[in-house]
């Protein structure tokens, strides 16, 4: 199993370039199932979650060639199977939208229960009402959600609370349904925005997406495209991060600045000088950096996938901050590794306490999933001496050659 060893106290300088985002990669690999023609996808981040992805579509008859480090050609053409292999599905949450794009496809699919990193539970019954009512049946058999349908048709679906997995594996069914759907209190995000913008470059008939109602006019028929995903506005987010730990002056490239506002926002709260440009953002930390209040919330509040990263970066800030967790029941398991550096964060369920201005010390701690890796990172590079961080293998399903552009920035860190 592998690990990082970071020595803290290095001051990153310099440019750091940003991969595509891991979110939309995930959602709109499995969407090419709905076209039976080649599409070719550019700016994939090279991570496991990708790969895995593409070993998912292998396993079901999907031809792929790569084109380039970061675009592929994918083939659905030659799908024959319907069950996504239990072994694959369990190592990544995403492996629930072959759920919507399967039975688009073939009016049927067969899909373990989601795995993936563990920080609370993953109910998908709204998932399972969204496919009832635009008109399939489920079981779940030994862990399997098996779906079942002779057509679907166009309805009027309403989450009780936003869900961006079951806006996706909506948006996916109801492509090609027969008439109408419209979701309402979907999504924002980012990459659902995204993942709609690639199923209409293949003919789908989507509007709203980007806003609480998402009304899908349902096509019979869907061609091919070459579409370029967006950038990762969580890596840009991690980056900031880490800069501001270490008083780095960074300048991080290909981004899309507004899918990024509210990092940005609570970032320059806490004392960062943030210089904003089309497709760039500079970083400057020259200063103490200040408490704050932070609350993870959906699109476009404050992301839950940067909350470990900001709640690490507020252990080095003076005075008391809260964080609290507006998503995930269960998201602060990493506390105690935190807590291990010399961190003084209590956790009572959903809110955690920060006492900021330690000095954070260097120990051997365990990354116990992708973000929670990724602000144990943030911690060893502002902490004294060198940090030995386990599981590496969490963090890389996020981030591509994350030690070559830390590395490339000043940082002290390598892979053993």
Not at 48 to 66: C, P, R, W, Y
Request: hydrophobic content about 45%.
């Amino acid at each position: 199993m592998g690990r990082f060893i970071v020595d803290g106290g290095a001051h990153l300088k310099g440019e750091v370039k940003i991969n595509g985002a891991k979110n939309a990669a995930l959602a709109i690999i499995p969407a090419t199932l709905l076209s039976k023609k080649p599409c070719v996808i550019s700016n994939l981040p090279n991570i496991s979650d990708v790969d895995l992805s593409f070993q998912i579509l292998k396993t079901m008859g999907a031809k792929i060639e790569k084109q380039d480090e970061h675009s592929v050609m994918i083939d659905t053409s030659t799908v024959h199977k319907t069950e996504v292999p239990f072994e694959l599905a369990m190592k990544m949450r995403a492996s629930y939208y072959y759920l919507g794009a399967l039975l688009a496809r073939f009016k049927e699919a067969n899909v373990a229960m989601p795995g993936g990193c563990n920080f609370g539970v993953r109910p998908i019954n709204l998932h399972l009402k969204g496919f009832e009512s635009l008109g399939a049946n489920y079981e779940i058999d030994g862990g399997i959600i098996r779906l079942r349908t002779t057509n679907l048709t166009g309805a009027k679906i309403y989450f009780d609370v936003v869900s961006v997995g079951a806006t996706i594996n909506i948006l996916l069914a109801a492509t090609t349904a027969d008439g109408v759907t419209i979701i309402e209190n979907a999504a924002k995000e980012p990459h659902i925005v995204d993942l709609a913008n690639f199923l209409n470059s293949i003919g789908a008939n989507i509007i709203g997406a980007g806003t609480n109602i998402i009304k899908i006019k349902g096509v019979k028929e869907l061609n091919s495209s070459d579409y370029t995903i967006i950038p990762d506005q969580i890596e840009a987010g991690s980056y900031m991060a880490m800069a501001a730990v270490t008083r780095g002056d960074v300048l991080i490239k290909d981004v899309t600045p507004k899918h990024l506002e509210s990092i940005v926002n609570k970032m320059e709260s806490i004392g960062l000088k943030i210089k904003k440009y089309d497709s760039s953002l500079h970083i400057l930390s020259d200063g103490d950096l200040e408490k704050a209040d932070v609350t993870s919330q959906a699109y476009p509040g404050f992301p839950t996938d940067m909350q470990p990263q900001i709640t690490a970066v507020l252990t080095f800030a003076k005075g008391t901050s809260i964080v609290t967790e507006g998503i995930w029941d269960n998201r602060f398991q990493y506390v105690g590794e935190l807590c291990r550096m010399g961190a003084a964060i209590t956790v009572d369920g959903k809110v955690a306490v920060v006492e900021g201005g330690k000095i954070l010390k260097a120990a051997p701690v365990e990354a116990c999933d992708l973000r929670a890796g990724a602000a144990l990172i943030v911690a060893a590079l502002g902490a004294k001496g060198q940090t030995e961080i386990k599981n590496t293998r969490y963090i890389e399903r996020g981030y591509e050659d994350i030690v070559g552009k830390l590395t490339a920035l000043g940082a002290s860190i390598k892979k053993v």
